[in-house]
């Protein structure tokens, strides 16, 4: 068989048409009234005791966020009225070795961040100053600023947190490093963070998602007047293909967050990996040599795939010089096209399934869609990805339909680290 034809029948199965999109989103609300009925389900749908800001909160709150790959410290100044200062911040990288060996370690490395940033700054240096805790992981909340680590997700896996209190693992860490005015007011996942940021601008705003290395997103519900944290990456009623079979075969976490390894940053490399390798078992697909780059697990990632999504070029070229700076300097143009098609694959069906989620719980709270929406959306996929904010909104016309167009897909840039921000206003003035 050639190529294109074997393509053509793997691509039937990454086709989301609205009739599947509409049984998907009809057993996302089966498993989120499941859910919010503590009954067994793959959607969490934690409790965050957070509700929506009134946008009135005021003064200098410092914000800090785990859960990507780097971790963050921000200082926002909220000025009430909507308004806010443009954040300072600083950027930490995260190693393997943080993340994956002992809780202490990581909270160490945590609190020595967070030393450095506040020596750094003098609105912060030896001052009291209150914090506010991005920590973007399934968490049952007991409060505002406690909560308890359900699992781990996005590869991280350090030992001695899950079943434990976040908060009260960040303040020991805080008080071995000497940070005595060092305050934890509120505790708040990713998703809650952005949708809050939303909200202090947008009052139509009334979802949040995350788009980027993990995949999440939570709402206010009327009835528990709170924010629901659905952690909708650990979904798990759709179908599946064999490549995204392998990708949890080969995870850290098999069996858990399916939805989130067709979707986000961290896994997209490795469906088209999975993709890749199969062609060239097949010899359909570079004949000469396999690269190296798709040997190792996670070298190939979500960035080259929007690199090579980005290359209008008639022959191809970026692309074929990302091939011959991974060691293949001998590609053909229909070694280039197909591995063009096939991230285009991937990352169309990461849209479409973004969509019809974002469309589930849309229509979990607002079923005719009556009411204007704005969708605060924060993460590299959505921000960063070639084409991926229209891919997004096309698909909600294809899905959707006419009433889809009170639906706004608003990048909410830093929503997490403001957002955490303005709950820790928020926490402060409770
Ligand atoms: C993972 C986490 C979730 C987070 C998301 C985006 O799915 O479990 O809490 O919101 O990644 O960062």
Redesign the pocket.
Known sequence: MDPYTYLKRIEHEFRIAPGAAQALIKSFHGEMRKGLARRKSSLKMLPTYVGRPSGNERGTYMAIDL??SNFRVLLVTLKGGGAMSRPVSAKYRLDKKHITSTGQRLFDFIARAIKDFTCRHKEVADKHVEVGFTF????KQRGIASGVLK?W??GFSARGVIGKDVVALLKEALSRAGLDDVTVTALA???VGTMVAGSYRDTDCDVGV?L?????ACYPDANKDMII?T????FNKLRTTRFDNEVDRSSRNPGQ?IF?KMI?GMYLGQVCRFIVLDLIGRGLLFPEKRPAIFSRPYMFTAEHMSLIEEDRSPSLGRVKEFLSSNGLAKNTYDDRALLRQICRMISGRAARLSVAGVLAVITFMDPALRRRHTVAID?TVFEKYYGFKNMMRQSLKYLGGIRARRIKLALTKDGSGAGAAIIAACADSA
Not at 231 to 234: D, K, L, S
């Open positions: 859960g990507g973007s992981f399934p968490v699992s997700t996005k996942n990713d998703t995350i980027g290395t993990g995949t999440n944290n952690e909708w990456g650990n967050q989130e986000s993460g």
